[in-house]
T-cell receptor
Framework: NAGVTQTPKFRVLKTGQSMTLLCAQD?????MYWYRQDPGMGLRLIHY???????AKGEVPDGYNVSRLKKQNFLLGLESAAPSQTSVYFC????????????????FGPGTRLTVL | GQSLEQPSEVTAVEGAIVQINCTYQ??????LSWYQQHDGGAPTFLSY????GLEETGRFSSFLSRSDSYGYLLLQELQMKDSASYFC????????????FGTGTRLQVFP
């Protein structure tokens, strides 16, 4: 059981280049999220998905696109990278709630460190 | 806007007790979670409160007062391995479980 995995772990891009970050989970979770974390700050939600084929914007979606073609995968794309997108990107997943007031733990991947020059 | 406020840094010695506070102003509220993150690592879930009161999980406890928009994480019998950043996070809705995170509290435990 690998949990949540992210590819790649590190990447350096030049301004204007494009790339795709891949997130995969093997826990059969319905919900998946992409966050970015900048130094000394908390995580900010970029986009999220509540099921295969559905995506929605989070707090900071500009400059990013996402796709969820398969339940287990959630892709984050940068079409034209900018230095302001230098950050650590985390993917997370969680199960769909089934009622009650219990917590709904999000499971995080190890992160992708992206530098845009 | 949405905001969650935490102290930026807390220091303590091994064996001590430390409390990390979190006050929030958000457009929705379904629960307050706490996550731990070691340097270079991924956040990991610690606890969750949906109702007022104290939840205890081993050495860690978490408290919520919805009327005061306030919660705290209590760490007892501190160990060196507890040195990490701690984030509170508000779950905005039942249907999406979107989280809004605080900026984090860095805890340093000294021998």
């Amino acid at each position: 059981n690998a949990g949540v995995t992210q590819t790649p772990k590190f990447r350096v891009l030049k301004t204007g280049q494009s790339m795709t970050l891949l997130c995969a989970q093997d826990m059969n979770h319905e919900y998946m999220y992409w966050y970015r974390q900048d130094p000394g700050m908390g995580l900010r939600l970029i986009h999220y998905s509540v099921g295969e084929g559905t995506t929605a914007k989070g707090e900071v979606p500009d400059g990013y696109n996402v796709s969820r073609l398969k339940k287990q995968n959630f892709l984050l794309g940068l079409e034209s990278a900018a230095p302001s997108q230098t950050s650590v990107y985390f993917c997370a997943s969680t199960r769909k709630r089934s009622g009650g007031i219990q917590g709904n733990e999000q499971f995080f991947g190890p992160g992708t460190r992206l530098t845009v020059l | 806007g949405q905001s969650l406020e935490q102290p930026s840094e807390v220091t303590a010695v091994e064996g001590a007790i430390v409390q990390i506070n979190c006050t929030y102003q958000t457009s929705g509220f379904y629960g307050l979670s706490w996550y731990q993150q070691h340097d270079g690592g991924a956040p990991t879930f610690l606890s969750y409160n949906a109702l007022d009161g104290l939840e205890e999980t081993g050495r860690f406890s978490s408290f919520l007062s919805r009327s005061d928009s306030y919660g705290y994480l209590l760490l007892q019998e501190l160990q060196m391995k507890d040195s990490a950043s701690y984030f509170c996070a508000v779950s905005l809705s039942y249907n999406t479980d979107k989280l809004i995170f605080g900026t984090g509290t860095r805890l340093q435990v000294f021998p």
